[in-house]
């Protein structure tokens, strides 16, 4: 791959394929406990031009009052002039990609819920994915009922 150039990769699209949540009590008065997990999996077309990566991942424990799993799938495809093979593209870049669609997800449905409002931080995703490192910043807005 020629580091000055762009991959050759283009972004089809991304798309929710899963969503899970639920408030299983009634809701914390106490700070959230977090226990994030992600996963991602790649899958590449027979004729090498399609990648589809799917992101999965939770957020809480299992014996946490709430339940948060999601599923996201993106779509890239080669360029006509492609600087790096799929394969590398799925290891190195997608899930960085697709990351900002999780992050305004899980902003966005803790916004509309009792929950405080859940930001993800800035985070080593590589890291991440592989289990090395499994800490994520995840701070909670109160409600601007709350802020009083």
Request: hydrophobic content about 35%; glycine content about 6%.
């Amino acid at each position: 791959m020629d580091e000055e150039k762009q991959p050759g990769i283009r972004f089809r699209g991304v798309h929710l394929a899963k969503l899970d949540f639920e408030l299983t009590g009634p809701p914390p008065s106490q700070k959230l406990q977090f226990a994030p997990e992600f996963e991602a999996e790649s899958e590449i077309s027979e004729d090498g031009l399609i990648l589809c990566l799917e992101v999965s991942g939770s957020l809480f424990p299992e014996d946490a009052p709430v339940r948060f799993r999601f599923k996201i799938d993106g779509v890239f495809e080669v360029s006509e002039d492609p600087n790096m093979s799929l394969d590398e593209f799925a290891r190195s870049h997608a899930p960085a990609h697709l990351f900002p669609y999780i992050r305004e997800l899980v902003s966005n449905i803790t916004a509309r819920s009792p929950l405080p409002t859940l930001n993800i931080g800035p985070l080593n995703l590589a890291a991440l994915l592989k289990g090395k490192d499994s800490r994520l910043e995840i701070t909670q807005s109160p409600k601007e009922s709350e802020q009083v």
